[in-house]
């Protein structure tokens, strides 16, 4: 512990900074003016270079340009991390830092197997849930750091908060690109102590993602997403990286128009009315076995209602059998071939969906 406090000081103190002086964006750790790393696609995160440091600002997402959500100074690799997302776990796996990982969060919904093995060995510890973590565990883990999700109108992070451990809000996912979101890894790298290994990945990865990406307009092919849950039925923003997805596959996502990057709730009227006549419907689930059209009409009857139902252009992903949410935010290039042979109509050899019958 005592060969990271210095890194816990400075790192937790501009977590502190970042927070008491609200987001002017002005309060800058080093009056040195360093080297902006140039991000290509990301907007909720600025690096830059000095001499023997990097400078991470990231922005808040829910609010106007130029407003500041945490910042801090990367001095030396994080060692012993506690991670409650676990597709950055699986990123930071892939970067070959696995050893770096002490702690996930809720691991019943990890399928990576080196993190699961590590966590059968007591080499990783399980900290309960990533909305109400276990504090003692954590305190026995004693972590250098701990990166979530932020929400919008949270303004702490409850008991954990309490801890001194430096929080790093993990915005990547409220980016409005595939490659934008995918982009992060070069911060995750650099917080690792693996800036160019992540530096190369993404470059491979966005290579091959442009190949893929459509320049035909997709009117013709309209997608919705997912099902009902409770009262509400969540669908992807119209400016979230699912729904960009959508376009760059050459397909058009129904709820295009809308302007939000996150989740949205609708109810089931509102999308019978908008989405009754689509083309395509992606269905992601969790379930024992892979779903099929009368396994989904039991679910509810009015679901075959649906023109993309009824004409069997409905494609499963069961995130059970999969590492679907682990593994498409860093690599969409793979969920963008799904996407296009979906619309094409070649649905053999997909890597996360399936046809259901």
């Known amino acids: 512990m005592k060969s990271n406090l210095y890194y816990l000081i400075i790192l937790f103190a501009y977590v502190l900074t970042a927070v008491s002086c609200g987001s002017s964006g002005k309060n800058h750790p080093s009056d040195t003016v360093g080297d902006t790393l140039t991000m290509r696609y990301a907007r909720h995160i600025t690096l830059v270079r000095h001499n023997d440091y990097t400078e991470a600002v990231i922005h808040n997402p829910w609010q106007a340009a130029g407003s500041v959500l945490s910042r801090y100074e990367i001095r030396k690799p994080l060692t012993h991390s506690a991670i409650f997302i676990a597709s950055i776990a699986a990123l930071v796996n892939e970067l070959g830092c696995i050893d770096a990982i002490s702690g996930v969060c809720e691991p019943e919904y990890i399928a990576n197997r080196q993190i699961l093995a590590a966590i059968d060995e007591g080499r990783i510890m399980d900290i309960g849930s990533a909305m109400t973590p276990s504090r003692e565990r954590l305190i026995d883990l004693s972590p250098d750091a701990i990166l979530l999700s932020p929400f919008q109108n949270v303004g702490s992070y409850g008991n954990i908060e309490q801890l001194g451990i430096p929080i790093i809000p993990c915005a990547d996912y409220m980016e409005d690109s595939a490659l934008a979101r995918a982009e992060w890894m070069r911060f995750y790298g650099r917080l690792f102590g693996v800036g160019e290994r992540a530096d190369s ?87 024992r076995e892979r779903m099929t059209l009368s396994m989904l009409r039991s679910e509810c009857e009015p679901y075959s209602r649906f023109r993309a139902f009824q004409q069997g252009k409905v494609y499963g992903c069961n995130n059970a059998e999969l590492i679907f949410f682990e593994e498409y935010p860093y690599h969409p290039e793979r969920l963008l071939r799904d996407f296009i042979r979906i619309f094409s109509g070649q649905t053999d050899s997909l890597r996360y969906f399936h046809q259901m019958q």
Do not use: I
């Open 201 to 287: 990945l993404f470059a491979t990865v966005e290579e091959e993602y442009k190949k893929m990406k459509s320049t035909e307009s997709g009117e013709d092919k309209s997608v919705f997403f997912d099902g009902r849950s409770g009262s509400a039925w969540y669908m992807p923003g119209g400016h979230s990286t699912l729904g960009q997805m959508v376009a760059d596959a050459g397909g058009h996502y129904v709820f295009a128009d809308n302007e939000q990057s996150g989740s949205v709730p609708f109810s089931f009227e509102q999308v019978y009315d908008r989405c009754r006549d689509a083309d395509f419907w992606l269905f992601r689930y969790n379930a």
